[in-house]
């Protein structure tokens, strides 16, 4: 089991407190979603693999990326979301 966490920011360094992340394993099936903690953190403790987080939050900002997990290296992932479509 590798731990992999990070922090979800909206504009560089405020955390996105109503920020979701779902979790999504390699053939895109949503395997978890959790909402961060009041400092915009996140934990999930995988399998080696490659997972995909897709994050917004309350306000329309967003953000998706691939991280590529090994066994027994856990793993720091920030994420800083965009602005939605339109901006604010």
Do not use: C
């Amino acid at each position: 089991m590798t731990t992999l966490s990070g922090r979800i920011t909206v504009h560089g360094e405020k955390p996105a407190l109503t920020a979701t992340v779902e979790l999504q394993n390699s053939t895109g099936d949503v395997v978890d979603q959790v909402q961060v903690k009041d400092d915009g953190s996140y934990t999930y403790h995988l399998s080696a693999g490659t997972w995909t987080l897709n994050v917004w939050d309350a306000h329309g900002h967003r953000g998706k990326a691939q991280v590529e997990v090994a066994e027994g290296d856990d793993q720091t992932f920030d994420l800083d979301l965009e602005e939605p479509e339109g901006g604010h």
